[in-house]
């Protein structure tokens, strides 16, 4: 573990930008999308498959692996890079936000969260300390601070108090990583504030002032919506370094990628790709289809014959409407496949159009096609 984490920035569009992110496991081509992989899996996707659609780093929950199998069993088998057989960069959060949708009997204290096993009701404590220790276990090259994510919507006050929790948090856990992690790991803050434009702001100067190779914006995709989301974005990611990574945490459809991307975002991850695939909604470019719909029992085309994934080119849609139908465990593994191909698909053609400077043309033919609903 030599190269030490590092950005550096390659085209600019508008407030587009390619890059790339440098870390000892490869090197990740933004602007990302990481695949979810929370429980060391991404689920019914084999990890060579998951490489083969282009994802350069994959996401893993410090929530989920510390609950099962244990952080310290990961660490005896080597870490989750071995565990799982992923050999790229893994980016692990923290926990906090996992703790607050799954688990039961929650209790937030200034000294962290504790929490019962959505699992099986043990009683478990997550400090800033205890993140940074399960996401070194873990082996993360990129790990997040603990922060606290605010329920959408929240009184001003209510989140300033919760924005102040998370730059106490976000203190902490850089000590504690100053203490354990190697040279090659990196450290996010996560800017919070909700939708208060002066609270984003006296988060991100916050942080700052801490000081991250890399900054997530936080506090989103918790229901407020496509256009309150780019409302927040379009003030924060002005106020954070142009040098570093910004990852946007939890986004989202291919619409909002786009939108994001269209604000300076160079980091995503999303359980859509891999949760609609297992419940037969396949995305493509002229938007999502419902593969259990009647429409597809005849359909002899694939979803795209343009892929070279075996999942978008080598099936039919009425066989995939068929395996759906039937139950069959082919179904949720090759549109998970698909869809995991299709977004990298447009994230390289996102960084494509920038690199040759058709950003906007790309983003405005890309929205006029793309239907996500019918009509
Ligand atoms: N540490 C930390 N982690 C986060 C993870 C998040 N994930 C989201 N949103 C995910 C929303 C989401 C949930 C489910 C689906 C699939 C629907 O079929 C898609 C998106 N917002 C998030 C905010 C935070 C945050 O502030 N801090």
Known sequence: MTTPFSFSLGATDGQARTGAITTSRGTIRTPAFMPVGTAGTVKAVQMRDVKATGADIILGNTYHLMLRPTAERVARFGGLHKFSTWEGPILTDSGGFQVMSLSAMRKLT?????????????????????SIEIQCLLGADIQMQLDECPPFPISEEASLESLELSVRWAKR??????????????????????????????SAEALQEIGFPGYSVGGLAVGEGREAMFGVLDVTTPLLPKDKPRYLMGVGKPLDLVGAVERSIDMFDCVLPTRSGRHGQAWTWDGPLNLKNAQFVDDETPLDPASDCPASRDYTKGYLNHLFRAGEYLGPMLLSWHNLDFYQRLMAAMREAIAEGRF??????FRARHRERKG
């Open 173 to 202: 856990s850089k000590a504690a990583f100053e203490e354990i992690a190697g040279r090659h790991q990196a450290l996010y803050g996560i800017v919070q504030g909700s939708v208060f434009p002066d609270q984003r702001k006296r």
């Open 110 to 130: 200034e000294e962290g969260v504790s929490f019962q096993s959505h699992i099986d009701g043990s009683k478990h404590m997550l400090t800033p300390e205890r």
């Open 360 to 365: 906007d043309q790309f983003a405005e033919e």
